[in-house]
């Protein structure tokens, strides 16, 4: 296996991937490439071969490493494993993978590779888990800056950086920002500029934040992108719809759209957006696709 790792990991991540790859060694000759940028990423992968691609990190890390070999158009010959010691692990939450070293290299080594959708915008660009835009990707502003600021301050898998994401959506919460957007699923037109929208989101995965659910039952190998749009604008409809974002119960109110759909574009008032946490903006038109069964992850077996 080749195992790519941050370079500037903490301490904590690095005993933990320490603990994983215990287990992967007894089972397979892995090398260890940490690298820090893009440019060392690409050298990287150049002399991967045939092996199977293990990122250890979070969903952050398994963007940068599918957006390469996207650009590379090698994503469809690979198997990727996915060691998760992020400090969100939506996307691995969502398909089930433990977050225990140990128990997710068995995974690396007993698991089975199936077929991930990937969801790619206009400019080429890919998202993994989910993007999503309004309140939510503010929060991940605020709550970027505090993860940075707490780093991963923490014993095992257990880290404070976990913490940047509740502060960012307490921040968020005192003064949410609403935006005027005219949304097209599948060329229908869902919502527009006569109406504020506080999120909107388009998932390939299920979760974002750490385990908040904002499209319950998306699954990444069903051909199809999960679209969730809020309009609680007003001041207890968002005490609501935050109550019941918490739980995953949100798709039961009124003033909350879900859609499936192949396409999504969005086109309006300037907004930021987080992509598999990697935050851009501001933004006044982007559009997405989904490209069924783009790549291959390894998943623990079903019986």
């Known amino acids: 296996m080749l195992l790519i790792a941050n370079a500037s990991a903490g301490t904590a991540e690095r005993r933990t991937l320490e603990e994983a790859l215990e287990v992967l060694r007894r089972h397979a000759d892995v090398e260890v490439a940490e690298t820090s940028n893009p440019g060392e990423l690409d050298g990287v992968l150049h002399r991967a071969g045939s092996r199977p691609i293990v990122v250890a990190g979070g969903d952050g890390s398994l963007h ?32 089930g993978l433990p977050l225990e070293p140990e128990a997710a290299a068995e995974v690396l080594v007993d698991g089975v590779p199936r077929p991930m959708d990937l969801v790619v915008d206009e400019l080429g660009e890919v998202v993994v888990n989910n993007v999503h835009l309004g309140a939510s990707a503010h929060a991940s502003r605020h709550g970027a800056t505090w993860k940075s600021r707490l780093g991963s301050i923490g014993v095992g898998p257990v880290r404070l950086g976990a913490l940047g994401y509740p502060i960012g959506a307490a921040i968020t919460a005192l003064r949410p920002p609403f935006v005027r957007l005219r949304v097209e699923v599948d060329g229908e037109v869902v919502t527009d500029v006569d109406r504020h929208v506080l999120m909107l989101a ?17 699954d990444p190998s069903d051909g199809r992108i999960d679209v969730m749009i809020s309009y609680a604008t007003g001041p207890l409809q968002r005490i609501g719809f935050l109550r019941k974002l918490v739980d995953g119960q949100h798709h039961d109110r009124e003033d909350v759209v879900f859609r499936r759909a192949e396409q999504v574009s969005v086109a309006g008032e300037d907004f930021w957006l987080s992509a598999d946490g990697e935050l851009s903006g501001p933004e006044r038109r982007r559009a997405w696709r989904v490209e069924p069964a783009a790549y291959s992850l390894l998943l623990p077996r079903v019986d």
């Open 64 to 95: 940068a490493v599918v957006a390469a070999l996207y650009r590379r158009h090698e994503l469809s010959d690979r198997v990727l494993g996915l060691l998760p010691l992020g400090t969100g692990n939506d996307f691995a939450r969502g398909l």
């Open 202 to 218: 388009i998932g390939n995965g299920a979760s974002i934040g750490g385990g908040t659910e904002v499209a319950p039952g998306a």
